[in-house]
């Protein structure tokens, strides 16, 4: 089981930067790709990026390709979301997650079990 806390949230304005964060305290955080997903009112959560457990690997929406950079620092048990040139399009609960067995790579919500509370990205035009 894998618990995992977002932090970095906040109101910005169009064009500005913000970095969210996920940290897990479990010593297996390491074995697991972790995702960050979001959610708009009204919207289905849609998947945003995703790391590889070892870092090696990462993948991202189109929607958010070339502005928003997602990393880990397996030292820290954390996973960072660094998002660029936001837009309002942007504005969403964001969450981070991690399937539900290690060493699985995969971008579907469905496969992913282990969930954070989510943390309000809103971006001001």
């Known amino acids: 089981q894998v618990h995992l806390v977002e932090s970095g949230g906040g109101l910005v304005q169009a064009g500005d930067s913000l970095r969210l964060s996920c940290a897990a305290s479990e010593r297996t955080f390491g074995m697991y790709t972790v995702g960050w997903f979001r959610q708009a009112p009204g919207k289905e959560r849609e998947f945003v990026a995703a790391?590889?457990?070892?870092?090696?690997?990462?993948t991202y929406s189109d929607s958010v390709k070339g502005r928003f950079t997602i990393s880990r620092d397996n030292a820290k048990n954390t996973v960072y979301l660094q998002m660029n040139t936001v837009k309002a399009d942007d504005t969403a609960v964001y969450s981070c997650?991690?399937?539900?067995?290690?060493?699985?790579?995969?971008?579907?919500?469905?496969?992913?079990?282990?969930w954070g509370q989510g943390t309000q990205v809103t971006v001001s035009s």
């Open positions: 997650a991690a399937p539900r067995f290690a060493y699985r790579w995969t971008t579907r919500p469905s496969d992913y079990e282990y």
């Open positions: 790391v590889k457990w070892s870092g090696g690997a990462t």
